[in-house]
């Protein structure tokens, strides 16, 4: 079965500073996706960026971007100039190859930016 | 806005009742997925149904069902409640770009 993992419970960063949250997987497929979804207070899951298994090149949204290992099972997400409303939880998420399979979740990071 | 609608929004019922969760998927999306969040945990994943039939279940207790309609739509049943059942639940819909969440129905049972 596929597992995530997030090792960083809590990560802080300063605003205007570049911070990187971590996610390693673990899968014995070749096709697959992986997301990391953004939570604030409000609760709301919201989708940041999303990386395909076979794509070589790392995903980018404006100053989220990933750095996508594959051989080392490795999703990290940067984010770049941090900005006070980026504080939230962070998840990292992986999905098999169909998009009809279910959304496998890592236990998630709290960011905390400071002024 | 993700395009996915889940009422209500808020819920607050006794032990012992039974509610009923909503969720429309978003326009040309087949799947759809219920997750359920604690007080500061993960997402766990509960069922998913795609295009009318269940695909996947995960950590579902019996007293906790759910369908999916002829025009796509999603119920999730929640039975004989519990205190521990308050919690976030989330519906979201899938498509190639990823899935996409509702914003939640959080229930509270008292």
């Known amino acids: 079965a596929q597992t995530v993992t997030q090792s960083q419970p809590e990560m802080s960063v300063q605003e205007a500073e570049t911070v990187t949250l971590s996610c390693t997987y673990d899968t014995s497929e070749s096709d697959y996706y992986l997301f990391w979804y953004k939570q604030p207070p409000s609760r709301q899951m919201i989708l940041v960026i999303r990386?395909?298994?076979?794509?070589?090149q790392n995903a980018t949204e404006n100053r989220f971007s990933v750095n996508f290992q594959k051989a080392a099972k490795s999703f990290s997400l940067k984010i770049s100039d941090s900005q006070l409303g980026d504080a939230a939880m962070y998840f990292c998420?992986?999905?098999?190859?169909?998009?009809?399979?279910?959304?496998?979740f890592g236990t998630g990071t709290r960011l905390q930016v400071f002024p | 806005d993700s395009g996915v609608t889940q009422t209500p929004k808020h819920l607050i019922t006794a032990t012992g009742q039974r509610v009923t969760l909503r969720c429309s998927p978003r326009?040309?999306?087949?799947?759809v997925y219920w997750y359920q969040q604690s007080l500061d945990q993960g997402l766990q994943f509960l069922i998913q149904?795609?295009?009318?039939?269940?695909?996947a279940k995960g950590n579902i207790l019996e007293r906790f069902s759910a369908q999916q309609f002829p025009d796509l739509h999603s119920e999730l049943n929640l039975s004989s409640l519990e205190l521990g059942d308050s919690a976030l639940y989330f519906c979201?819909?899938?498509?190639?770009?990823?899935?996409?969440f509702g914003q939640g129905t959080r229930l509270t049972v008292v």
């Open positions: 326009s040309g999306d087949l799947s």
């Open positions: 979201a819909s899938s498509g190639q770009r990823g899935a996409f």
């Open positions: 149904y795609y295009n009318g039939e269940e695909r």
């Open positions: 990386q395909e298994a076979y794509k070589q």
């Open positions: 998420a992986y999905r098999s190859g169909p998009y009809t399979d279910k959304l496998i």
